[in-house]
């Protein structure tokens, strides 16, 4: 019961408690006010008809005492009026019935009066010639009782409606700080901080919201206390001090990741020309300011360009790279030249001083090792520097397949054939508890689409990824993952166990699919509770009022959203505070060699830290034995997922 409806039934009870006591008390008085008159309007009358009837008596005119006592009893006031002779011999007797005036039978029982008798003597002379006795009729004083009762209940009652509806609104008003700190609470739980600016006048009150500001401020400030210690590491460890671009441990880090998990992609390798002469001709201040020029350069024409999955590195000197993924030789092939053709915008713009600026050299890659692929980047490089100023030189090791190389040529009819001839199956791998009793138990599903061609073979999902966003396709395939998912959690396939199914961010962001899915939703509510949306960080980050929307809305129907690839880029921890997300997956190049780098252990057990203190949970991705179960178990992540811990089947 809320405070409010318990002071309510307080005030209440104790309107209550005072009606009682004062109603008993007025109708005790009452009666008592009324016996005392019956009892004195039946002696007076008694003793005024007493006088009036002796000198009648002694003439013994009984006609005329007749008549007196007649006029007296007709008048309805006295139930009995009884004259007698010396020897007690009745002369009249004149008897009227008792009219109780609609006066339930009940109340009377309940509160009789006392209807005592008048008696007076009647004289002749100074002897005795009689007695009269008179009996009031207690029709009248019961009426009056009732009638009092009745205006004293409803007064009461009145009142009392009146003192609960005034002592509601009070209460109401004067509790409204408290409803404020209860919402302000709720809100520090959903990762809000709000402060109440209106304080209230009660002193006690008073004190509880500002208790509660100063403990908002604490927690936000201890949050972002969080943050920035994390991003500060991982700045020192992966981040470029100079250009704020990734430094080469990250490079490292992240490419031999995305060769590990078989994507496929190209290196680019870029070097400005002649540094060395131009820091020693204007200043190592100059070539700080030129390499961070250079940096902002390459990532403006990388961000230009449309659903680009991509990360810039500042690698030593003069040397910068592009690691681009799900990209084909044509798509890279235009981004190099792109950029070496704007590298005559330097001399425009005075930041050199010769048009011989820089040389890109690019190397695809599809499965190589690490050292050929960065073989394969600098001899390109070193063939562009042989091809003139300001050239991109391109190798292909010739091993990235026909599905990659042909893709640009007919990839959006293979697309729209594999939809319309539904050649679409669905893989499930596990999510499993970390420790203890749930070290076994799976959390959830992750649905991973399966696609085929006309031929029957499979094709990689590193392959159509691509394709699948360059064609704009991204909401139609995801309309079929999520309806394939939500009618296997309808028929409840898997018990209770809930199903997680990655989206493409532009289905985020259309509000056509997000409209459908909202629908298909509501359709099934119970499964629609056990569907987990999973989206990646890296192309949704940057739109974070979208994301905030998408996962309120979803909210509606009790379904959950994960954020997928956790930390690949460099953004702000800050946004976790402003959505609404049920966990985040830890991106596999923090956990790939997470025995050997202290720093990564560091790294994840800080975000899961951060995380849990936003009430969300933690996933490790690409965990591949039990030694790195057990390490990441000890860091407090929540679940992991991995070769290590499931592969992914047909169930």
Same mark, same amino acid.
């Given at each position: ?75 309805? @006031? ?94 109401? @008003?004067?509790?409204?700080? &408290? ?36 403990m908002t401020f604490k927690v936000k400030e201890m949050f972002e ?12 460890? =992966? ?38 002469? =131009? ?31 991509? +990360? ?31 590298? &005559? ?24 090792? @690490? ?105 139609? +395939? ?25 989206? +493409? ?42 994301l905030g929307d998408f996962i309120n809305k979803l909210l509606v ?32 190049? =923090? ?11 560091? +790294? ?42 499931? =592969?992914?089947?047909?169930?």
């Amino acid at each position: 019961m809320t405070l409010l409806k318990q002071l309510l039934a307080m005030i209440v009870l104790l309107f209550a408690m005072l009606f009682a006591g004062t109603f008993t008390l007025s109708i005790q008085n009452t009666r008592g006010y009324l016996n005392n008159q019956l009892l004195t309007i039946s002696q007076d009358t008694a003793t005024s008809l007493g006088m009036s009837l002796s000198p009648h008596m002694s003439k013994q005119d009984y006609v005329m005492v007749e008549r007196m006592v007649s006029a007296v009893s007709d008048s309805g @006031y006295y139930r009995e009026v009884i004259v007698t002779d010396i020897e007690g011999k009745r002369i009249v007797d004149k008897t009227q019935p008792v009219n109780l005036n609609n006066v339930p039978k009940w109340f009377v029982e309940r509160f009789p009066l006392v209807t005592p008798a008048g008696e007076a003597l009647i004289m002749n002379g100074w002897q005795q010639a009689g007695m009269v006795k008179v009996l009031v009729n207690p029709g009248y004083a019961y009426m009056a009782l009732w009638t009092s009762v009745v205006q004293s209940f409803w007064w009461f009652a009145g009142m009392s409606l009146l003192a609960s509806v005034l002592g509601m609104v009070t209460l109401h @008003y004067i509790l409204r700080p &408290l409803r404020a700190v209860e919402a302000q609470a709720r809100a520090i739980c959903d990762r809000e901080y709000p402060v109440q600016s209106k304080l209230p006048w009660t002193i006690e009150l008073r004190s509880v919201v500002e208790a509660m500001n100063r403990m908002t401020f604490k927690v936000k400030e201890m949050f972002e206390e969080q943050s920035a210690s994390i991003e500060r590491l991982r700045s020192e460890n =992966y981040r470029d001090a100079l250009t704020g671009l990734a430094n080469r441990r990250y490079f490292e880090m992240q490419l031999k990741h995305l060769i590990k998990t078989g994507e496929h992609g190209a290196v680019l390798l870029f070097e400005l020309d002649n540094f060395k002469e =131009y820091n020693t001709k204007h200043g190592y201040q100059a070539g700080d300011e030129l390499l961070r020029n250079t940096a902002g350069f390459i990532e403006a024409i990388c961000k230009a360009w449309p659903n680009l999955e991509y +990360f810039l590195a500042h690698l030593s000197g003069a040397n910068f790279s592009v690691v681009i993924y799900n990209v084909d030789e044509q798509e890279v092939s235009g981004l190099g030249n792109q950029i070496a053709n704007s590298l &005559l915008r330097f001399k425009e713009r005075g930041l050199v001083d010769s048009e011989e600026v820089g040389h890109i050299g690019i190397a695809l890659f599809n499965g190589q090792p @690490y050292s050929k692929i960065l073989s394969n980047a600098d001899l390109a490089l070193g063939m562009a520097r042989q091809q003139g100023s300001n050239t991109m030189h391109l190798i292909d090791s010739g091993q990235s397949g026909e599905n990659t190389t042909n893709t640009s040529i007919r990839w959006g009819e293979v697309l729209l054939d594999t939809l319309q001839n539904k050649r679409l199956s669905m893989l499930l791998q596990p999510v499993k508890g970390m420790a203890g009793s749930e070290r076994n138990t799976i959390l959830h599903y992750e649905a991973l689409m399966r696609l085929t061609d006309e031929k029957g073979e499979v094709i990689p999902a590193i392959i159509y990824t691509q394709m699948v966003k360059r064609h704009g396709l991204s909401t139609d +395939f995801d309309r079929v993952m999520v309806t394939e998912v939500l009618a296997r959690l309808v028929s409840r396939r898997y018990g209770d166990t809930p199903l997680a199914v990655n989206i +493409f961010p532009a289905s985020v962001q259309n509000k056509g699919f997000v409209n459908w899915l909202c629908a298909e939703l509501e359709k099934v509510p119970e499964a629609a509770s056990r569907l987990l949306i999973e989206i990646p960080e890296y192309g949704i980050v940057e739109n974070i009022d979208a994301l905030g929307d998408f996962i309120n809305k979803l909210l509606v129907y009790r379904t959950r959203v994960g954020l997928d690839h956790f930390g690949r880029g460099f953004s702000s921890f800050g946004y976790l505070s402003k959505l609404k997300l049920d966990y985040i997956k830890v991106d596999g190049s =923090y956990v790939q060699g997470i025995m050997q780098h202290k720093d990564n252990q560091f +790294f994840i057990e800080s975000i899961t830290n951060v995380a849990h203190g936003l009430d969300l949970k933690v996933y490790a991705v690409s965990v591949e034995n039990e030694v790195e179960w057990n390490l990441l178990a000890g860091l407090r992540l929540d679940g992991v997922l991995g070769y290590g811990v499931g =592969y992914p089947a047909d169930i």
